[in-house]
Each structure stands twice: as structure tokens, then as C-alpha cells.
């Protein structure tokens, strides 16, 4: 008898399983492959500070002395040269946020050159279709290395944030000259 109510037991299971198979919708068709999506980054807008002040204006050089009279005529007074004015010495400050320098020059391109060479734009970002702009501020060691990065400015896109954060980390051996803290500015933009 027992072995009947066990064998009842499982066919009473195995056929509640089965409707309930049949009452599941059938599974959707796969999702086609997503076209792929790039990503651009754009160096910053060039500053009046970053470009290099125009050379001063060429020497005039002084025209011969006119040859001498004969002594009947009246010696002329000389002309004196007009007075050039001095080449301007100062130079804008450079763009900054929040006191900090914007990385600029050979250190902004090369490292826009490295984050380009690496994946940058997370695919559930591009998939949903987030754009933004991530201002961070970066901590160089001597060697022009990024020691950590964080976000002063959000994209407002936690997920954007997080990127630019980690993609930053992994700068290395930016030129000498850069700053040691220094702003760089990370767009997400899609085309």
C-alpha cells in the first residue's frame, strides 16, 4: 500500500509540474546583438592661458644718416626712434574649478591619449543611453602617476561616475610640468 500512495504521490507532482509549464508563457525570442556604440573624448576647450603669448613685434632698424650738406645749409636735429612698448610679461591664470588647476597641455592630451586606449564608456550606460560630464580631481605622485582620483563635479550619473573614477586611476606617467592635483575633465557622449 505504500508503495501505491508513493507512486500516487509522484505522478500527482510530475502532472501539477506540467501544468504548470503549460501555463508560463513560451521564452522570448533572443534579443538581437546590440549594434555597438563608441565613445569620443574630447580634449577641453583650449584657454587664452594654455596658448603661447605672440613674439614680440620685429626690430626696426634706424634708416642711414642722410649724407652730409655742404656747410651752407642747416644741420637738421636728429630724429629719435619712437619708443617700442615692452612685450606684455604676464599671463592669464589657467582655468580652474574650485581652486584647482584644469590639466592642460601635453598632460591633458596624453592623458586623453591613454583613456582612449582603454574601455571607458560602460556598455549599461550606452544601453541606457546616459550622457554626461564628470569633472575629477586628480593626486600625482612625482612621476606624473595618478595616486587616486575623485569626483568634484557629478555627471549625475553615478554609473558614469564611477567609470571616469576608475578609468583615471590607471594614468600613468603624465609629463613633468603637470600639476599636482589637477582637474580633468571626462565627457560621455554618445554619437
Same mark, same amino acid.
Given at each position: 500500500?505504500?508503495?501505491?500512495?508513493?507512486?500516487?504521490?509522484?505522478?500527482?507532482?510530475?502532472?501539477?509540474?506540467?501544468?504548470?509549464?503549460?501555463?508560463?508563457?513560451?521564452?522570448?525570442?533572443?534579443?538581437?546583438?546590440?549594434?555597438?556604440? $563608441?565613445?569620443?573624448?574630447?580634449?577641453?576647450?583650449?584657454?587664452?592661458?594654455?596658448?603661447?603669448?605672440?613674439?614680440?613685434?620685429? @626690430?626696426?632698424?634706424?634708416?642711414?644718416?642722410?649724407?652730409?650738406?655742404?656747410?651752407?645749409?642747416?644741420?637738421?636735429?636728429?630724429?629719435?626712434?619712437?619708443?617700442?612698448?615692452?612685450?606684455?610679461?604676464?599671463?592669464?591664470?589657467?582655468?580652474?574649478? /574650485?581652486?584647482?588647476?584644469?590639466?592642460?597641455?601635453?598632460?591633458?592630451?596624453?592623458?586623453?591619449? $591613454?583613456?582612449?586606449?582603454?574601455?571607458?564608456?560602460?556598455?549599461?550606460?550606452?544601453?541606457?543611453?546616459? $550622457?554626461?560630464?564628470?569633472?575629477?580631481?586628480?593626486?600625482?605622485?612625482?612621476?606624473? /602617476?595618478?595616486?587616486?582620483?575623485?569626483?568634484? @563635479?557629478?555627471?549625475?550619473?553615478?554609473?558614469?561616475?564611477?567609470?571616469?573614477?576608475?578609468?583615471? @586611476? $590607471?594614468?600613468?606617467?603624465?609629463?613633468?610640468?603637470?600639476?599636482?592635483?589637477?582637474?580633468?575633465?571626462?565627457?560621455?557622449?554618445?554619437?
Amino acid at each position: 500500500m505504500r508503495f501505491h500512495r508513493f507512486h500516487a504521490a509522484l505522478l500527482c507532482s510530475l502532472a501539477l509540474h506540467a501544468a504548470a509549464l503549460l501555463l508560463l508563457p513560451p521564452p522570448a525570442a533572443p534579443a538581437r546583438a546590440a549594434v555597438p556604440l $563608441q565613445a569620443r573624448l574630447r580634449p577641453p576647450p583650449v584657454t587664452p592661458a594654455a596658448q603661447e603669448p605672440p613674439p614680440p613685434p620685429p @626690430r626696426e632698424e634706424a634708416a642711414p644718416p642722410p649724407p652730409e650738406k655742404p656747410a651752407t645749409a642747416k644741420p637738421k636735429p636728429e630724429k629719435k626712434a619712437p619708443a617700442k612698448p615692452a612685450p606684455a610679461r604676464f599671463k592669464e591664470p589657467p582655468a580652474s574649478f /574650485n581652486g584647482y588647476p584644469v590639466l592642460a597641455g601635453n598632460a591633458a592630451r596624453s592623458a586623453f591619449s $591613454q583613456l582612449a586606449r582603454q574601455p571607458l564608456y560602460p556598455p549599461e550606460a550606452i544601453a541606457r543611453g546616459l $550622457q554626461g560630464e564628470v569633472l575629477l580631481l586628480l593626486f600625482l605622485d612625482a612621476n606624473g /602617476n595618478v595616486q587616486a582620483a575623485r569626483v568634484e @563635479r557629478s555627471s549625475g550619473q553615478p554609473l558614469l561616475d564611477q567609470a571616469a573614477v576608475g578609468a583615471a @586611476r $590607471q594614468l600613468k606617467a603624465l609629463p613633468e610640468g603637470a600639476p599636482r592635483e589637477a582637474i580633468l575633465p571626462v565627457r560621455f557622449k554618445l554619437d
